[in-house]
């Protein structure tokens, strides 16, 4: 049986320097999606580290792959794929060097 993919696009999602201030976002049941970088008026988020969590409000841990913890390099007002490592997640927090705020349009498979 074939399921038409589902999105959703989540705006103004907070991205903090500490994690307890970066906002939950409900990814379970969503596979990939893009991150857009809104623009920061004084010292813009570079670099987007990656948590994963088994509920919205507990504990987030940071995601890792071989390679260590799963970041991305970023620019504002620019796109960014979301890293495939986030799949089977249920909830994720998004970690900046720097506060900001995303949109996410976030898909289902």
């Excluded at 103004?12 to 307890?20: L, Q």
């Amino acid at each position: 049986m074939h399921t038409t993919p589902q999105n959703s696009v989540i705006t103004g999602v907070v991205v903090a320097a500490s994690i307890g201030d970066s906002d939950a976002i409900v990814f379970k049941g969503f596979t990939k999606g893009v991150m857009i970088l809104q623009a920061d008026a004084s010292s813009p988020t570079t670099t987007i580290n990656y948590y994963v969590s088994s509920t919205e409000t507990g504990t987030y841990y940071e995601l890792k792959n071989s390679s260590g913890a799963v970041s991305d390099t970023v620019a504002v007002e620019k796109a960014w794929p979301l890293p495939s490592e986030l799949e089977g997640a249920a909830f994720i927090k998004l970690l900046g060097n720097n506060a900001g705020v995303v949109d996410l349009h976030l898909i289902s498979s």
